[in-house]
């Protein structure tokens, strides 16, 4: 997601991860800085995934150099069928 629109200067974090039933929630948070200084919030994106998808997703996030959503954007969508 770096460098598309203007977004050069944004993080993005997994913030946690929820069970749901069998399955997984992946909720990330994207901020920018504010003008102050501090972070901004600017969107929060839930990924459902089963929980072997997870798994993989998150051996792809750890392994992705400090932009986990990018990472995923090589994960063969059929896991979040």
Not at 49 to 75: C, K, M, R, T, Y
Request: net charge neutral; proline share 5%.
């Amino acid at each position: 997601m770096a460098g598309r629109g203007g977004w050069c200067s944004h993080r993005e974090a997994l913030a946690r991860v929820e069970r749901i039933g069998p399955n997984r929630r992946l909720v990330f948070v994207i901020t920018v800085p504010s003008s102050d200084g501090s972070k901004e919030q600017v969107a929060v994106v839930k990924l459902a995934l089963s929980a072997d998808a997870a798994f993989q997703a998150a051996q792809v996030i750890l392994s992705d150099g400090g932009e986990p959503l990018a990472a995923l954007e090589n994960v063969p969508t059929t896991w979040a069928n």
